[in-house]
Every structure is written in C-alpha cells, then in structure tokens.
C-alpha cells in the first residue's frame, strides 16, 4: 500500500491458500491462474466483509488495472 500509495491492501497468493479459502478448487479455471509467460495477471477484488466483489481474469496491462481501480470509485 505504502509503496504504491493505494489506499487498499493487495495481497499475493502465489500458493493459491487464499484462492482455496474461498472455495475455489485446487486446480481452479485456468482463466484465473497466473501464467508469466502468457503475461497473464489475475485478479480477484474482495470487499471489506470477506465478500469478493469481482473476477478478473487478466490485469495484465497498466491501462487494464486503471480501468479497474477507477470501476471501483
């Protein structure tokens, strides 16, 4: 948060324990797992309460991640 000045956590979850918390199953739709070499960059937006809000399979770009935070305003 400090780093990038966001005003919201971000969390990575490279062994998917956060992914599985939520039910998701331990292989998962391959659309929402990271995949470096396809530059693929996933996402899942989680609200205060626990509740995920939305599930974006790709935040690849820079433009793409805008567009997203400014959805959440």
């Known amino acids: 948060m400090e780093k ?25 739709d391959s659309q929402y797992l990271a995949n470096p070499a396809e530059g693929r960059r996933p996402a899942v937006i989680i609200d205060e309460e626990g509740l995920v809000l939305k ?12 567009e997203t935070l400014a959805s959440l305003a």
Request: charged fraction near 20%; avoid cysteine; charge should be negative.
């Open 55 to 66: 599930l974006l399979p790709d935040l690849a770009t820079v433009e793409q991640q805008k």
């Open 4 to 28: 990038e000045g966001l005003p919201f956590p971000v969390l990575s979850d490279p062994e998917r324990s956060i992914a599985l918390a939520y039910g998701m199953s331990n292989e998962g």
